[in-house]
């Protein structure tokens, strides 16, 4: 008896693995650059995040495991076949969810809607008086109302709306797709 014939091997199985590792690697690679990308203008451009910022980066923070298990799974060929695609699902919610909180971000900068009343403007000071306890309390994350800057029209915000779309899109793409033979 082969293994093809126990249903071990051969069929759609391979274009199926091909198919969701290649998404779970686009989602893992994508996730990290654009999560890496708003983390390097914080560190090295020495762009301040808001509040609202900085919740932004929660769904990418849990999205990336979730896909990064999803390409561990595909590559090892372990578990249920419909695994890998049940991540992607989730990946796909978590950056609708990501979505969700940067078009309200954007609206914010807008002026379109209220934002948090917490979300506090910067306060002035130098960190170097000598006073470093003092000094740290009065440093203030900048408001969540203004953008720090506007690329081609967009605030980071506007940016993330459409980064998280896009992530959206494979991971849910990968979900519905992903186990199909392609052909």
Known sequence: MSRSSLGLGGGAAPARSNRSVGVAAVLVLGLAATVGTALLFQHV???IPC?????????????LPVALLA?????????????PRILFAVVGLLMLWGMSLAIYHAGVEWQFW???????SVAGGDLMTGDLLGSIDAVR????DRAAGRFLGLS???????ASAFWALVALWGAARGGRAAG
């Open 71 to 83: 390409l561990v799974l595909a590559l090892a060929k372990v578990g249920p076949a419909a695994l």
């Open 51 to 63: 509040a609202l910022c900085l919740q932004q980066r929660t769904p990418y923070y849990v999205a």
């Open 141 to 144: 994350p900048p408001a969540c």
């Open 45 to 47: 451009g020495g762009y």
């Open 156 to 162: 980071f915000a506007g940016w993330n709306v459409l």
């Open 114 to 120: 209220a934002g948090p009343t917490d979300c506090a």
